[in-house]
């Protein structure tokens, strides 16, 4: 399941689609906000959301609360739109973990996500976050918390409260102007007020993350060459991953090498 708001996000969906296409048996379903352009996909509903939401905010508003929209009578597996699915093991994401919901482990802790969690100037990690989270929350998150990443996970009879919890402190977050729009730090709010930090996570096969901006300071990643960008040089020519989920901006980035082979296998493998 993927979900989806605004022209750009809709046109950017496309590789995801057609890669999970190809190795998947289950049914796949696009859910995206009412009166944007039809996603590439005949099995889509359209949600109306709340007035005033930015395209990023309302895809957020419906990833968090995909629960209220097609239930959880049977699971259901979420992806972000920059998730790139690339063996048949995709489906056995269902069967890795049977707790509630399951996701994968992010690739930062609390304090390295702060600057991008709230904007408070620092540009590196800081506790930031942390304070922000007991002062507005009361969620005494520490620092060095791994983070769960939302890019895939699987939920099912029994997350209710952490979705719900999720999705309510995501969208107050969007009214609060310290806070970037982003669900990594209301997820793990979520986490620690539902006493589930230790619980099983997926295995990070299903979730590896490829960030074409690693270790570039932020300041110079608008104009980055490709020769500038990371590379990770177990994962070449392929992802050593069932899915690999390529963060900032890499799928569609020519010249990237993950990219460039992951586009080329995905172009000649039926």
Known sequence: MFAVA?????????????????VTRQRVLVVQRAGDPPAPHDDRVAV???????????AIWLKTGLHRIVGLAAPFCYLDSDVIALTPE??????????????????????????YAVRCGCGRACG????????????????DFRLWNGGVFVARAGAETLL??????????????YWAT?????????????????????????NTILDCYAGLPPGLRAG???????????????????????????????????????????????
């Open 6 to 22: 605004g022209a750009a996000h809709v046109a950017l969906l496309a590789p995801a689609l057609a890669a999970l296409r190809r």
């Open 90 to 115: 995709m489906d056995a994401v269902f069967a890795a973990v049977s707790a509630p919901v399951a996701f994968a482990p992010d690739h930062a802790t609390l304090d390295q996500f702060s600057p």
């Open 128 to 143: 930031h976050l942390r304070e922000a989270l007991y002062c507005e929350f009361g969620v005494d998150v520490p620092g």
């Open 224 to 270: 980055a060459r490709p020769a500038q960008l990371a590379i990770s040089a177990r994962h070449l020519p392929l992802p050593q991953a069932v899915a690999a989920h390529l963060i900032n901006g890499g799928v569609g980035r020519a010249g990237w090498p993950h990219w460039d082979n992951i586009a080329r296998f995905l172009e000649t493998t039926p």
């Open 182 to 206: 982003r669900d990594q730090a209301a997820l793990a709010a979520a986490v620690w007020r539902a006493g589930w930090r230790a619980a099983p996570m997926l295995p990070a096969r299903f």
């Open 48 to 58: 109306e959301v709340p007035q005033g939401l930015s395209a990023h905010q309302a």
């Open 164 to 177: 719900d919890d999720w999705h309510a402190l995501a969208t107050t977050m969007f009214t609060r102007p």
